[in-house]
């Protein structure tokens, strides 16, 4: 049986008519740029993830890089955060000017509150905790570790907009979040896409100059060539604010999907490999299903030999990339251990049971032999 790693199609029709229809909405009124549907798109976020202010940015590279700036985060600041991400959460920090610090992680993939804590210095502007597949990081220890020391949190959220601890979805419990909604994303658009939310004003005007390229705007509305800051293009295209629109009001049937696929992975799985643990108030925003075991490069050939694709994350860790390996080599040893034993497996909206207990009993027969 052939179960893809994604399935980006759009198959459904009255899905793909109601896209259509927002793309003629778009071409009638002819704000290609910053047209309502930004504005409307913004309000949602803002209202979902429960923080006053959201503003939409062309990437989710975007969004985090756009959160360190408007915190003043540069050059002669730390920033800590994990070696177990896409490398943009470290290179983010990095093109602030400021110096990413790693520090390793916990068995369920999420940074370590603890060796957080080791490396906080006077030069520790900020700490940016990456929440892994849709799984939240330890926040309240880290909200508290935070007050403490006088420290931003700003949450890279890319993976978790579905995700929440008790009451709290992620993205409400840093001074900033950012979240991605490229196509891989739970919520996502068709073509690049990101999002920022804040409870504070005066971060959230500093962030919409950020996203202008750093400029202001006459009593009009109207950006002109003056600039406050030094800043690029980061909008968000009226366009793919539209498309989110349509997946914001399919959002709940998009992750109720997967979290029946994940929930079959998690009954006939558990026991034969380790899964992700969940905090007990948490609902995980199922971007990824990650399983640790042994034997993982072989079990990735059986895999593939019967039509399952599957993923490693995040190979080389980011502290091993090129521009970060130089440094003091770091130990990292959950980190290290994690990307030899750990498999990302197929997890999407388009997959049917089937294909799940077909991934499973795979997985449980290649046990059954070793
Ligand atoms: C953890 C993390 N941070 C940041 C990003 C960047 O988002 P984008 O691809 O929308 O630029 C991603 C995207 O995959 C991500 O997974």
Same mark, same amino acid.
Not at 33 to 53: D, K, S
Not at 167 to 180: E, K, L, P, Q, W
Not at 244 to 249: G, K, Q, S
């Given at each position: 049986?052939?179960?893809?790693?994604?399935?980006?199609?759009?198959?459904?029709?009255?899905?793909?008519?109601?896209?259509?229809?927002?793309?003629?909405?778009?071409?009638?009124?002819?704000?290609i740029?910053?047209?309502?549907?930004?504005?409307?798109?913004?309000?949602?976020?803002?209202?979902?993830?429960?923080?006053?202010?959201a503003? *939409?940015?062309? @990437?989710?590279?975007? &969004?985090?890089? +756009?959160?360190?700036k408007?915190?003043?985060? /540069?050059? $002669?600041?730390?920033?800590?955060?994990?070696?177990?991400?896409?490398?943009?959460?470290?290179?983010?920090?990095?093109?602030?000017?400021?110096?990413?610090?790693?520090?390793?992680?916990?068995?369920?993939?999420?940074?370590?509150?603890?060796?957080?804590?080791?490396?906080?210095?006077?030069?520790?502007?900020?700490?940016?905790?990456?929440?892994?597949?849709?799984?939240?990081?330890?926040?309240?220890?880290?909200?508290?570790?935070?007050?403490?020391?006088?420290?931003?949190?700003?949450?890279?959220?890319?993976?978790?907009?579905?995700?929440?601890?008790?009451?709290?979805?992620? *993205?409400?419990? @840093?001074?900033?979040? &950012?979240?991605? +909604?490229?196509?891989?994303?739970?919520?996502? /658009?068709? $073509?690049?896409?990101?999002?920022?939310?804040?409870?504070?004003?005066?971060l959230?005007?500093?962030?919409?100059?950020?996203r202008?390229?750093?400029?202001?705007?006459?009593?009009?509305?109207?950006?002109?060539?003056?600039?406050?800051?030094?800043?690029?293009?980061?909008?968000?295209?009226?366009?793919?604010?539209?498309?989110?629109?349509?997946?914001?009001?399919?959002?709940?049937?998009?992750?109720?999907?997967?979290?029946?696929?994940?929930?079959?992975?998690?009954?006939?799985?558990?026991?034969?490999?380790?899964?992700q643990?969940?905090?007990?108030?948490?609902?995980?925003?199922?971007?990824?299903?990650?399983?640790?075991?042994?034997?993982?490069?072989?079990?990735?050939r059986?895999?593939?030999?019967?039509?399952?694709?599957?993923?490693?994350?995040?190979?080389?860790?980011?502290?091993?990339?090129?521009?970060?390996?130089?440094?003091?080599?770091?130990?990292?040893?959950?980190?290290?251990?994690?990307?030899?034993?750990?498999?990302?497996?197929?997890?999407?909206?388009k997959?049917?049971?089937?294909?799940?207990?077909?991934?499973?009993?795979?997985?449980?027969?290649?046990?059954?032999k070793?």
């Open positions: 049986m052939k179960v893809p790693y994604l399935d980006l199609r759009i198959l459904d029709k009255t899905h793909k008519e109601a896209l259509h229809k927002r793309l003629e909405a778009v071409l009638a009124h002819g704000r740029i910053e047209g309502p549907e930004v504005q409307e798109f913004e309000r949602r976020i803002a209202q979902r993830i429960g923080t006053r202010f503003v *939409g940015t062309g @990437s989710g590279s975007s &969004a985090i890089y +756009m959160a360190l408007a915190l003043g985060i /540069g050059r $002669g600041d730390e920033v800590i955060t994990t070696p177990f991400t896409w490398i943009i959460t470290v290179n983010a920090i990095a093109a602030t000017g400021a110096k990413p610090v790693f520090a390793d992680i916990k068995t369920d993939f999420n940074v370590d509150p603890k060796k957080i804590e080791k490396k906080i210095r006077p030069k520790t502007r900020a700490i940016v905790p990456m929440h892994v597949g849709g799984h939240l990081c330890e926040m309240e220890f880290l909200e508290k570790l935070a007050r403490q020391h006088g420290v931003y949190i700003v949450e890279d959220a890319a993976q978790a907009i579905c995700g929440s601890l008790g009451a709290r979805r992620a *993205g409400s419990f @840093s001074t900033i979040a &950012a979240f991605s +909604m490229n196509p891989m994303k739970v919520l996502h /658009g068709y $073509g690049e896409a990101g999002v920022v939310t804040t409870n504070s004003e005066r959230y005007g500093r962030l919409k100059k950020l202008h390229a750093g400029t202001r705007q006459d009593p009009m509305g109207r950006h002109f060539n003056q600039c406050d800051f030094i800043s690029l293009n980061h909008k968000i295209d009226t366009l793919q604010a539209a498309f989110l629109l349509d997946n914001l009001d399919r959002l709940e049937s998009i992750w109720h999907k997967r979290e029946k696929i994940a929930k079959r992975y998690d009954a006939l799985l558990g026991g034969v490999v380790e899964l643990q969940l905090h007990p108030d948490e609902v995980h925003g199922r971007y990824l299903y990650l399983i640790r075991c042994q034997k993982r490069d072989a079990l990735r059986v895999l593939a030999q019967n039509g399952v694709e599957t993923k490693i994350v995040y190979s080389p860790l980011a502290c091993d990339a090129t521009p970060y390996k130089n440094r003091r080599s770091l130990s990292m040893p959950v980190s290290r251990a994690l990307l030899k034993q750990s498999l990302s497996l197929p997890l999407h909206e997959m049917s049971l089937a294909q799940a207990e077909f991934v499973s009993k795979t997985i449980i027969k290649f046990f059954a070793e």
